[in-house]
């Protein structure tokens, strides 16, 4: 099971950190990734940390703004979003599963509302 929190209301330019706990203790054994999903608009990947190569990677319009990291010892995933955009408003959701593609995830969190204006 994955639990969001820290999605709130913010101006554009400024920043929100997410967060995803875990309750199994051994989210090291999976990739992780940030999605996010607008109104009308599919689900897409904002951030993964794969599991395999150990390395992070963004979207274009993320990269530099956005940056994916965990702690393992408090099962814990995290979103740093800076410089956010109007556009940035979506749910977010925190994933787990083989790797970051949406058929390849086995679990996801309940979203957490992001808004930017």
């Known amino acids: 099971q994955l639990v969001e929190s820290g999605g709130r209301s913010v101006q554009a330019g400024g920043s929100l950190n997410l967060s995803c706990v875990a309750s199994?203790?051994?989210?090291?054994?999976?990739?992780l990734g940030w999605f996010r999903q607008a109104p009308g608009k599919e689900r897409e990947r904002v951030a993964c940390?794969?599991?395999?190569?150990?390395?992070?990677n963004y979207p274009d319009s993320e990269k530099g703004r956005f940056t994916i990291s965990r702690d393992a010892a408090k099962n814990t995933l995290y979103l740093q979003m800076n410089n956010l955009e109007p556009e940035d408003t979506a749910v977010y959701y925190c994933?787990?599963?083989?790797?970051?593609?949406?058929?390849?995830?086995?679990?996801w969190g309940q979203g957490t509302q992001v808004t930017v204006s």
């Open positions: 994933a787990a599963g083989r790797a970051c593609r949406i058929p390849e995830i086995d679990a």
């Open positions: 199994s203790n051994n989210i090291e054994n999976y990739s």
């Open positions: 940390l794969h599991l395999e190569l150990n390395k992070t």
